[in-house]
């Protein structure tokens, strides 16, 4: 038996796995984000560990025998958030998330400092990533960047609470801007540029290998055998792809969660950052993968209903269904930028926006709603566009994330890409079930691709030629609209 841990932005996921990859049981613990001002997004660390232990608790009351069973947990989590530690391994502030945007200026001085940041890190500077937020600290609370003696992303904390190691795996590290991505190894002339050296930094290891064994009063606290192996783990992604076979060169998924990212899977470092392209390391040996990300994804929907008081997204998306009749809805002009929290493919840029422009009196909720899934899939399309301009076309999507739920949604995603999508069984776990994997290729020493197949297809979505046709005019509205506003953006925010 195998447990995966997904720490999200929105929750805390566990996930129980048997030999035979069969999902065993599965428990769920919700998060808070914390804005205190424009531009940012933290998170309190206790909170990880609190929700982490109700997601266990929860798998334990319901199965407790396969707990009592686990060989081997594995990690999985939302990337770039830099979790500051001092000596004593104290948390020395909220922790800076993936989606803030306030380190835009410090973004400008990292790639001044170290000229050579795109060439080792493979992409270039964006307020999500890790080491910005570090200029951050050490120009506007200088004590605290005096006091910090370790930096770990989210997971690794979690682990350092399991284990009580410092350590990473080569997937999230890739997307701190530390890491020689082409090397997998740090970077010293990078954590020259922010002030840091490696003794700042965890141990390295591959997603499948093992960092330690749990705390003895951990494992009796959840029910699991003292002394279980604790995997490397790996981010979000990379662990959602290994959790529905994306690890062949080729290969690739669209991940419809808080966040949503395209990923495209290769056995070579392949970057292209001048279009906000990111390429970091797999979650395996000898592989890399490219990423085009955008920060709003699922979220705009659940911003949606809130605005406009419908219960649930569930609601809120009949709606949307019901909204008219032609394939693309209404025909007219209404049209919403997803920016919620900035943006990064292919725009990098913290300053954007969520709008939605042509509005009337006329206009009905069912209409917003149907405006919000476009204007998601007309995102997903522009990163599709970058990621393809670094070579080579991308046949067909795995669909993974609690937005995958959505046939209406899949409808719009499949014809705005013009690719067939395709719905594993058990996609909407995939991160943590990808943690399972790497922990049971931890504990056995199997090879990866005996453990990393595909998923079971469920069904396939393919493109809609009458309502691509019918997305085509917005979807050009949408693409001038960014351009029109963007300085409007940054004048916003006194830029």
């Given at each position: ?55 266990v608790a929860g798998l334990r009351a319901a199965h407790p025998d396969a707990m009592g069973a686990v060989r ?146 951990v494992a009796a606290d959840w029910g699991v055998p003292p002394g279980t192996v604790v995997a490397a783990g ?107 929290s900035g943006e990064r493919t292919p725009h990098n840029d913290p300053h954007a926006k969520g709008v939605f ?139």
């Amino acid at each position: 038996m195998y447990l995966g841990i997904d720490l999200g932005t929105s929750g805390v996921k566990a996930v129980l796995v048997d030999a035979a990859q069969r999902r065993v049981g599965q428990s769920t613990a919700p998060l808070e984000v914390s804005r205190p001002h424009p531009l940012w997004s933290e998170q309190d660390p206790k909170d990880w560990w609190a929700a982490t232990g109700r997601a266990v608790a929860g798998l334990r009351a319901a199965h407790p025998d396969a707990m009592g069973a686990v060989r081997g947990i594995g990690l999985s989590g939302q990337m770039h958030g830099a979790t500051l530690l001092d000596r004593q391994d104290r948390v020395l502030r909220p922790a800076i998330l993936w989606n803030d945007g306030r380190s835009g200026a410090e973004c400008a001085e990292l790639e001044r400092r170290a000229p050579t940041l795109r060439a080792i890190a493979g992409n270039r500077a964006m307020p999500g990533f890790t080491a910005p937020k570090l200029l951050w600290v050490a120009a506007h609370e200088p004590d605290l960047f005096k006091a910090t003696a370790k930096v770990l992303l989210p997971k690794d904390w979690l682990r350092l609470r399991m284990t009580g190691d410092h350590a990473s795996d080569l997937s999230d590290s890739a997307g701190t801007l530390w890491l020689d991505v082409g090397r997998r190894a740090w970077s010293a002339e990078l954590l020259a540029a922010t002030g840091l050296g490696e003794a700042h930094m965890p141990r390295l290891y591959e997603g499948c290998q093992p960092t330690g064994t749990l705390r003895a009063e951990v494992a009796a606290d959840w029910g699991v055998p003292p002394g279980t192996v604790v995997a490397a783990g790996a981010g979000d992604n990379a662990a959602g792809a290994v959790g529905v076979g994306v690890v062949a060169p080729g290969s690739a998924f669209l991940s419809l969660g808080t966040s949503g990212v395209l990923f495209v899977s290769g056995d070579r470092f392949a970057p292209n950052p001048e279009r906000g392209v990111h390429a970091f390391c797999h979650a395996l040996p000898g592989r890399w993968h490219q990423m085009s990300v955008m920060l709003s994804a699922a979220s705009c929907l659940s911003f949606a209903a809130r605005l406009t008081g419908v219960a649930d997204e569930a609601a809120l998306l009949r709606e949307a269904e019901s909204h008219g009749g032609d394939p693309g809805g209404d025909p007219g002009a209404l049209v919403f930028l997803p920016y919620l929290s900035g943006e990064r493919t292919p725009h990098n840029d913290p300053h954007a926006k969520g709008v939605f422009f042509g509005l009337t009196h006329d206009t009905e909720r069912g209409a917003l709603a149907r405006a919000v899934l476009e204007g998601v899939a007309f995102a997903f399309a522009d990163g599709l566009d970058a990621l393809e301009e670094a070579g080579g076309r991308v046949e067909r999507f795995l669909v993974i994330g609690g937005g995958a739920r959505s046939a209406l949604w899949g409808r719009i995603l499949a014809s705005a890409l013009g690719r067939p999508l395709d719905y594993p069984a058990g996609g909407e776990v995939g991160p943590a079930f990808g943690a399972a994997r790497l922990a049971r290729l931890a504990v056995t020493g199997e090879e990866p691709e005996t453990v990393c197949q595909p998923l079971e297809i469920r069904h396939t979505v393919e493109p809609d030629p009458a309502l691509a046709t019918a997305l085509g005019p917005r979807r050009r509205l949408f693409r001038r609209l960014y351009g029109d506003l963007k300085s409007a953006f940054r004048e916003a925010d006194g830029a």
